[in-house]
């Protein structure tokens, strides 16, 4: 055999050889975690009325969670709306410029017969520009009053408390009737995505890399396999434990997985990334 496929002999097999210690690196320890947590609070103080979820409960993004008492708020935004469409003010001062119009006209036909002096007229004119300045005062007070109207509803809105995401209620802290002060009312988890955090030894920094995909196997009674792609690789490494951390992001549309499950975690180049 020539020293040339000798070489290349050797060449192939050391690539066979790494390929196999890819495919054979051990499965890694992993926590399979809620992508979120929000801590849902009020931004305005004042007492519960009502909790409409209770802990377990699914919920979507923007769904009514609890509700403070707001009798006076809504007794405000129903003032302002009887004043943002009042029309009572505005219909006073038309008919004020109207009578005003005509008369000016009057006084300046008496005027062109010399019937009456140019002073009469001048005061006619005058009190027709103060009823036009008085009418578009009213029209301003009336937008205003729509301005005032959307703020009341704005601040009624705040007495009504919604979900930030689509998760599970974790816990509940507040119930009907307590005072809502400066702590949450609930948290809720966003269980889809889920998030799957690993501890890598520092010996795979390089051979993990963001977009791979991977294979999670939770443990029992779950069990099963569901496919996940690496989202985050840290670039800093623990020294004293020779150790980095590792983030992918699990599908998790039904809600089959619930966090808080440990795990095991295969990377390997032959698993299939998942389709965005």
Known sequence: MSRKIWNLTVAAAAIFACGQVLAQEPDLDCVIEASEIAEVSSSVRGIMSVVTVERGDWVRKGQVVARLEDSVEKATVNLAQARAESMTEIRAREARVGLAEKQVERIRNLREAQSISSQALDE???????????????????????????RAKRVLELRTIRSPVTGVVARVYTSASESVEDRPIMQIAQIDPLHVEAIAPVERFGSIEQG?????????????EFEATVSLVERIIDASSGTFGVRLVLPNPDGQLPAGLRCKVRFSESVPATAP
């Open 124 to 150: 006619a004119e005058t009190d027709l520009i103060v009823a036009t300045i008085a009418l578009e005062q009213a029209v301003e007070q009336k937008e205003i009053a729509a301005l005032d109207l959307e």
């Open 212 to 224: 791979m995909a991977s294979l999670v196997y939770p443990e029992q009674p779950i069990g099963g």
